[in-house]
C-alpha cells in the first residue's frame, strides 16, 4: 500500500511540471488534472491509513488469539520421589501436559495436606482454567474447591479420591484403594497359613491409599482368631524408615511370617532387614512378603520368587484427564463423573516375564 501511496504522488508532481510548462490554453486542463490528482491522493491516503489500522487490529487479534490459546492448568502431586510409582506418575502427567499439546502447566508438591491446599489457594488466585489434585489427605478439601468453583475453575482428582461433595468437582479418575486392599488381603487368606503373624508397613496416614489398603487387613485381623497384627506403623511409603521398623521387630524376637507393605519401596526396606538378619523370604520360605504399586523391579522379586505377591496400582491417568479437558472445552457434558483404573494382583506362582514387561512402572 505504500507502494501505492508513492505512485499516486509521483504522478502528482509530473502533473504540477507539466502545468508549469504549458501556456494560457492549457491552464484549465492542467488544473483538471492536477484536481483529479489532489482527489486520488486523499484517496490513497485515507486507503492507506484504514489499511494500516485492518493491519494493526488483525496483528492483536493474532497476538491475543496465540497467548490464550494454552489450556492453563495447576497440577497438584504428591513428591515425585516418593515411590516408583508417584515417579511414573509425575512424568505421565508431565508427558501430557505441556505447551506441544496445548498446555500451560504450573505443578506443586507436597506430602502435606496444608502445603497442598495453599498451594491449590495460589493456583486459585492465578486464575488456572483447570486445578488437578492428587490430594495428600482424605480430609480438608471443600473451603478451597468451593473457592475454585467460584472462581469458575474446575477441578479434576487424580490418582485419590477425596472426602468432599461431589459437586466441587467435575471428575475423578481413580483407582480403587479399598478393592487393591480386599484383592492382597484375599490372596493372603487364599494361602491357609496355620498362623498369621504380620508386619503391617503402613503409608501416609490418612491418605487414601493408605485408608484403602489397611482397612481390609484391619477387618480381616479383627475377625479371624488366627490372624495377628504383631506391628503396625506407618513408614510414610519410605524404603528406610519400613527398614527400622522390621529391624525393631527382629531384635524384639517376636515371631512373625508375614509383611504386609503398603506400597513396594516399604516391601524392599523389609526385605533388607530380613536379609541382613539372615531370614528367608518368598516363595517357600520364612516370611511372605506383599506389596503394592507393581514397579518393574518389584515385579521382578516375584519373578525370582523372592516376593510373593504385587497389587497394581495404575498411576497412568493423564490420557484419561486430557480427554475430560477436551471434552469440556467443548462444551460437551461428562457422563461418567468417576472413572476407576483397572487393575489386578499378581502371584509370584504364575507371574510371566511378560507381565512384567506389560505390567511393570
Same mark, same amino acid.
Given at each position: 500500500?505504500?507502494?501505492?501511496?508513492?505512485?499516486?504522488?509521483?504522478?502528482?508532481?509530473?502533473?504540477?511540471?507539466?502545468?508549469?510548462? #504549458?501556456?494560457?490554453?492549457?491552464?484549465?486542463?492542467?488544473? =483538471? &488534472? !492536477?484536481?483529479?490528482?489532489?482527489?486520488?491522493?486523499?484517496?490513497?491516503?485515507? $486507503?492507506?491509513?484504514? %489499511? &494500516?489500522?485492518?493491519?494493526? !487490529?488483525?496483528?492483536?487479534?493474532?497476538?491475543?488469539?496465540?497467548?490464550? $490459546?494454552?489450556?492453563?492448568?495447576?497440577?497438584?502431586?504428591?513428591?515425585?520421589?516418593?515411590?516408583?510409582?508417584? +515417579?511414573?506418575?509425575?512424568?505421565?502427567?508431565?508427558?501430557?501436559?505441556?505447551?506441544?499439546? @496445548?498446555?500451560?502447566?504450573?505443578?506443586? /508438591?507436597?506430602?502435606?495436606?496444608? $502445603?497442598?491446599?495453599?498451594?491449590?489457594?495460589?493456583?486459585?488466585?492465578?486464575?488456572?482454567?483447570?486445578?488437578?489434585?492428587?490430594?495428600?489427605?482424605?480430609?480438608?478439601?471443600?473451603?478451597?474447591?468451593?473457592?475454585?468453583?467460584?472462581? @469458575?475453575?474446575?477441578?479434576?482428582?487424580?490418582?485419590?479420591?477425596?472426602?468432599?461433595?461431589?459437586?466441587?468437582?467435575?471428575?475423578?479418575?481413580?483407582?480403587? *484403594?479399598?478393592?487393591?486392599?480386599?484383592?492382597?488381603?484375599?490372596?493372603?487368606?487364599?494361602?491357609?497359613?496355620?498362623?498369621?503373624?504380620?508386619?503391617?508397613?503402613?503409608?501416609? *496416614?490418612?491418605? =487414601?491409599?493408605?485408608? @484403602?489398603? +489397611?482397612? =481390609?487387613?484391619?477387618?480381616?485381623?479383627?475377625?479371624?482368631?488366627?490372624?495377628?497384627?504383631?506391628?503396625?506403623?506407618?513408614? %510414610?511409603?519410605?524404603? %528406610?524408615? !519400613?527398614?527400622?521398623?522390621?529391624?525393631?521387630?527382629?531384635?524384639?524376637?517376636?515371631?512373625?511370617?508375614?509383611? /504386609?507393605?503398603?506400597?513396594?519401596?516399604?516391601?524392599?526396606?523389609?526385605?533388607?532387614?530380613?536379609? !541382613?538378619?539372615?531370614?528367608?523370604?518368598?516363595?517357600?520360605?520364612?516370611?511372605?512378603? *506383599?506389596?503394592?504399586? #507393581?514397579?518393574?523391579?518389584?515385579?521382578?522379586?516375584?519373578?525370582? @520368587?523372592?516376593?510373593?505377591?504385587?497389587?497394581? #496400582?495404575?498411576?497412568?491417568?493423564?490420557? /484419561?484427564?486430557?480427554?475430560?479437558?477436551?471434552?469440556? %472445552?467443548?462444551?460437551? +457434558?461428562?457422563?461418567?463423573?468417576?472413572?476407576?483404573?483397572?487393575?489386578?494382583?499378581?502371584?509370584?506362582?504364575?507371574?510371566?516375564?511378560?507381565?512384567?514387561?506389560? /505390567?511393570?512402572?
Amino acid at each position: 500500500m505504500k507502494k501505492k501511496l508513492l505512485s499516486v504522488l509521483l504522478t502528482g508532481v509530473v502533473a504540477a511540471g507539466m502545468l508549469a510548462g #504549458c501556456g494560457q490554453d492549457a491552464t484549465a486542463q492542467a488544473a =483538471a &488534472e !492536477a484536481a483529479a490528482v489532489s482527489e486520488a491522493v486523499d484517496e490513497a491516503v485515507a $486507503e492507506a491509513v484504514v %489499511e &494500516e489500522a485492518v493491519s494493526e !487490529a488483525v496483528d492483536e487479534a493474532v497476538a491475543e488469539a496465540a497467548s490464550g $490459546e494454552l489450556i492453563k492448568v495447576g497440577i497438584i502431586n504428591n513428591d515425585p520421589n516418593e515411590s516408583g510409582y508417584r +515417579t511414573a506418575n509425575d512424568a505421565d502427567l508431565k508427558a501430557m501436559f505441556n505447551e506441544e499439546n @496445548g498446555y500451560d502447566a504450573s505443578f506443586a /508438591y507436597s506430602l502435606k495436606n496444608d $502445603e497442598q491446599i495453599a498451594a491449590a489457594q495460589k493456583f486459585i488466585q492465578d486464575e488456572v482454567d483447570y486445578l488437578l489434585l492428587s490430594a495428600a489427605d482424605t480430609a480438608g478439601w471443600d473451603s478451597v474447591l468451593q473457592d475454585a468453583n467460584d472462581a @469458575g475453575i474446575s477441578v479434576i482428582l487424580f490418582d485419590r479420591t477425596i472426602d468432599a461433595d461431589p459437586s466441587l468437582y467435575v471428575a475423578s479418575i481413580v483407582s480403587d *484403594m479399598a478393592k487393591e486392599g480386599q484383592n492382597a488381603v484375599d490372596w493372603l487368606a487364599s494361602q491357609d497359613l496355620d498362623e498369621y503373624n504380620i508386619i503391617h508397613l503402613q503409608g501416609v *496416614m490418612g491418605s =487414601a491409599a493408605q485408608q @484403602g489398603r +489397611t482397612g =481390609a487387613l484391619d477387618e480381616k485381623a479383627a475377625a479371624e482368631d488366627n490372624w495377628n497384627i504383631v506391628k503396625q506403623q506407618t513408614a %510414610e511409603w519410605n524404603a %528406610e524408615k !519400613a527398614q527400622q521398623i522390621v529391624q525393631s521387630v527382629i531384635d524384639s524376637g517376636d515371631k512373625f511370617n508375614v509383611i /504386609y507393605a503398603e506400597n513396594d519401596d516399604m516391601a524392599k526396606g523389609a526385605v533388607a532387614a530380613l536379609d !541382613a538378619a539372615g531370614i528367608s523370604h518368598g516363595v517357600g520360605k520364612d516370611v511372605i512378603v *506383599m506389596g503394592f504399586d #507393581c514397579n518393574e523391579w518389584a515385579l521382578e522379586e516375584l519373578l525370582n @520368587g523372592d516376593w510373593n505377591f504385587d497389587q497394581q #496400582c495404575n498411576p497412568f491417568q493423564a490420557s /484419561y484427564i486430557d480427554e475430560i479437558i477436551k471434552k469440556l %472445552e467443548n462444551g460437551e +457434558t461428562i457422563d461418567e463423573k468417576v472413572i476407576v483404573m483397572d487393575e489386578k494382583g499378581f502371584d509370584a506362582s504364575s507371574i510371566s516375564q511378560d507381565d512384567v514387561d506389560t /505390567y511393570g512402572i
